[in-house]
T-cell receptor
């Protein structure tokens, strides 16, 4: 079974600085999708960024980028120029790409709470 | 477009009772999935419905059940509530056609079991 591990329960970063959130996963599949979701105090989860495993190029969305290391099964999120609005819980998630996978469901890590220090 | 709507936002129940939570997806979305979020276990997948059929199920006891209606609205039911069922229950919707598509989440129902 696939697993997703976020080893940092909490992190803090100074406003305008850069921070990296770690995520590792375990799977025997070769084709899958990885996601980072953000959950602000409003509780509504929002997709931050998405990576397709067959793409070697790391995904980027404005100030958010990932470092995807397929062989190491690592998927870290880098937030540049941190802003107060980035304070939230961040969840790393995995989903199989196979439509034949009967156990096809999204699997989340336990999350990293990010604090932004003014 | 209206977002995903979950009702109620807060709920307090006592052990042994049963509860029904509701989720209205984004218009046009046919997939609704449910998740339980607790501080200890994080976010855990409960089940997914697509076009009124349960497409996938997580590892939860049979006390947790759900259904989806023809308008894609979904309900989740928990019978014989236990203290450990206290959690934030989130639902998410999507078109359900591709695994890489993003999920749109509601703001959740915070359930407290006393």
């Amino acid at each position: 079974a696939q697993t997703v591990t976020q080893s940092q329960p909490e992190m803090s970063v100074q406003e305008a600085e850069t921070v990296t959130l770690s995520c590792t996963y375990d799977t025997s599949e070769s084709d899958y999708y990885l996601f980072w979701y953000k959950q602000p105090p409003s509780r509504q989860m929002i997709l931050v960024i998405r990576q397709e495993a067959y793409k070697q190029q790391n995904a980027t969305e404005n100030r958010f980028s990932v470092n995807f290391q397929k062989a190491a099964k690592s998927f870290s999120l880098k937030i540049s120029d941190s802003q107060l609005g980035d304070a939230a819980m961040y969840f790393c998630a995995y989903r199989s790409a196979s439509s034949l996978n009967r156990d096809d469901k999204i699997i989340f890590g336990k999350g990293t709470r990010l604090h932004i220090l003014p | 477009k209206a977002g995903v709507t979950q009702t109620p936002r807060y709920l307090i129940k006592t052990r042994g009772q049963q509860v029904t939570l509701s989720c209205s997806p984004i218009s046009g979305h046919r997939s609704v999935s449910w998740y339980q979020q607790t501080p200890g276990q994080g976010l855990q997948f409960l089940f997914e419905y697509f076009s009124e059929t349960q497409r996938n199920k997580g590892n939860f006891p049979g006390r947790f059940s759900g259904r989806q209606f023809s308008n894609s609205r979904s309900e989740m039911n928990v019978s014989t509530l236990e203290l450990g069922d206290s959690a934030l229950y989130l639902c998410a919707s999507s078109s359900g056609r591709r695994n890489q598509e993003k999920l749109f989440f509601g703001s959740g129902t915070q359930l407290s079991v006393l």
